[in-house]
C-alpha cells in the first residue's frame, strides 16, 4: 500500500543466513505513487540474529534518510520484534542497545510513524536484504530503473498494488 500524498514511505528488512553465515539489510524509500526515491543494500558483518540485521538496517535507513533532509517517513518493517523495541512496548535485548540509541538519537531528528506489516507487503525490502548478504560494499540506488535485477520483480508489483509471496 501506498503512502498518502505528500507522505514517503521506507520499508526496510534484515536477512540473517545462519549457515552462510552471512547478514544483510535493505530498505527502499518510496512515494505515494510507489515510485522509488531511493534504495540501499548492505552486508552486516558480526550480526549475530535476523533482529539484528533488521534493527540496522533500519538504523541505515533512517539515518540516509535524515542526511537527505527527508525528515517526515512512515516507516515499516515485517519484524513485530523490531516494531515492539522501538515503540518502547519491550526492552531491547542486550546486544542491540547500542544500535537502537543510534536510532533514538537520529529519530529525535524526524517525524516517523513506525507499523509492521506482513512479509508479504515488504517484498522489495526483503529482496533488497537478501541481495545485502551477498555483496561486499553498500550499494546505493536512487533510482527504481537501476535496482538489482532480482529486485525489480518484487518492486514492479509492489508498485501496481500486488503483493508477492515469499518463496
Given at each position: 500500500?501506498?503512502?498518502?500524498?505528500?507522505?514517503?514511505?521506507?520499508?526496510?528488512?534484515?536477512?540473517?543466513?545462519?549457515?552462510?553465515?552471512?547478514?544483510?539489510?535493505?530498505?527502499?524509500?518510496?512515494?505515494?505513487?510507489?515510485?522509488?526515491?531511493?534504495?540501499?543494500?548492505?552486508?552486516?558483518?558480526?550480526?549475530?540474529?535476523?533482529?539484528?540485521?533488521?534493527?540496522?538496517?533500519?538504523?541505515?535507513?533512517?539515518?540516509?534518510?535524515?542526511?537527505?533532509?527527508?525528515?517526515?517517513?512512515?516507516?515499516?518493517?515485517?519484524?513485530?520484534?523490531?516494531?515492539?523495541?522501538?515503540?518502547?512496548?519491550?526492552?531491547?535485548?542486550?546486544?542491540?542497545?547500542?544500535?537502537?540509541?543510534?536510532?533514538?538519537?537520529?529519530?529525535?531528528?524526524?517525524?516517523?510513524?513506525?507499523?509492521?506489516?506482513?512479509?508479504?507487503?515488504?517484498?522489495?525490502a526483503h529482496s533488497l536484504a537478501g541481495y545485502g548478504c551477498y555483496?561486499?560494499?553498500?550499494?546505493?540506488?536512487?533510482?527504481?530503473?537501476?535496482?538489482?535485477?532480482?529486485?525489480?520483480?518484487?518492486?514492479?508489483?509492489?508498485?501496481?498494488?500486488?503483493?508477492?509471496?515469499?518463496?
Open positions: 500500500m501506498h503512502p498518502p500524498t505528500g507522505r514517503l514511505k521506507l520499508s526496510v528488512d534484515g536477512a540473517f543466513k545462519n549457515a552462510a553465515g552471512s547478514a544483510g539489510g535493505g530498505g527502499i524509500l518510496r512515494d505515494h505513487q510507489g515510485t522509488c526515491m531511493f534504495a540501499f543494500a548492505t552486508k552486516y558483518q558480526g550480526a549475530i540474529s535476523a533482529l539484528d540485521a533488521e534493527a540496522r538496517a533500519l538504523r541505515d535507513e533512517l539515518t540516509t534518510c535524515c542526511n537527505q533532509g527527508i525528515l517526515d517517513i512512515m516507516v515499516e518493517t515485517d519484524s513485530t520484534t523490531l516494531m515492539q523495541i522501538i515503540t518502547g512496548q519491550i526492552p531491547p535485548p542486550w546486544e542491540l542497545i547500542c544500535i537502537i540509541q543510534e536510532m533514538a538519537v537520529t529519530t529525535k531528528k524526524l517525524k516517523a510513524q513506525i507499523k509492521h506489516v506482513p512479509g508479504e507487503a515488504n517484498q522489495v555483496i561486499n560494499q553498500f550499494r546505493f540506488w536512487d533510482s527504481g530503473a537501476v535496482l538489482p535485477h532480482i529486485v525489480k520483480g518484487p518492486y514492479r508489483l509492489d508498485k501496481v498494488g500486488c503483493p508477492t509471496l515469499r518463496p
